[in-house]
T-cell receptor, first 114, second 116 residues
């Protein structure tokens, strides 16, 4: 157990639907990062939050949004889902926001869009 | 644009052999990390290197950061079946030269299979 909790572990949904992925960071970590992993693209950075505020944005689609709550858990919302959104979605956390000494990853949510 | 190129992409070797995985970029990184990922799990941090030329050892694994902080290598001595997995390098970049967000850029990974 890495200390980063992601739910659900698996999600199967239809095109056009909306889903919410949840992440609880490791105790004491203030920064949360969301990554998408697919076979052809590898791990792609989506977005980072630090202590409730958005800190950096990557290749996140407009159909996707995220937020970090006062208790530091984070949610990634994916809407108008397309087949190509099928992927593993990982959340990672770290203590700091600036210089990176490394992330702790969760086990991921496998999203399948049918 | 893939900023970090890993090679080889796939490697299948016999137990006891040595191997080296490379991670190259034209960009300078403030730190570089190596992760190992097993099927169905998230990547697990193996090491972070920060200083150009730095060498770190973790049992049979040796990690090196290039002098110019643009590349890194992972060398495994006497590989074992338990070393099988996806190895990922990841770099953190400075933002405007004054500090970064902690965002990591990942390479595509090297899939290693060690056969008994």
């Amino acid at each position: 157990d890495s200390g980063v909790t992601q739910t659900p572990k698996h999600l199967i949904t239809a095109t056009g639907q909306r889903v919410t992925l949840r992440c609880s960071p490791r105790s004491g970590d203030l920064s949360v990062y969301w990554y998408q992993q697919s076979l052809d693209q590898g791990l792609q950075f989506l977005i980072q939050y630090y202590n409730g505020e958005e800190r950096a944005k990557g290749n996140i689609l407009e159909r996707f949004s995220a937020q970090q709550f006062p208790d530091l858990h984070s949610e990634l919302n994916l809407s108008s889902l397309e087949l190509g959104d099928s992927a593993l979605y990982f959340c990672a956390s770290s203590v700091e926001s600036g210089f990176s000494y490394g992330y702790t990853f969760g086990s991921g949510t496998r999203l399948t869009v049918v | 644009t893939q900023l970090l190129e890993q090679s080889p992409q796939f490697l299948s070797i016999q137990e006891g052999e040595n191997l080296t995985v490379y991670c190259n970029s034209s960009s300078v990184f403030s730190s570089l990390q190596w992760y190992r990922q097993e099927p169905g799990e998230g990547p697990v941090l193996l090491v972070t290197v920060v200083t150009g030329g730095e060498v770190k050892k973790l049992k049979r694994l040796t990690f090196q950061f290039g002098d110019a902080r643009k590349d890194s290598s992972l060398h495994i001595t006497a590989a074992q079946p338990g070393d099988t997995g996806l190895y990922l390098c990841a770099g953190a970049r400075f933002r405007d030269g004054s500090g970064n967000t902690g965002k990591l850029i990942f390479g595509q990974g090297t899939t290693l299979q060690v056969k008994p």
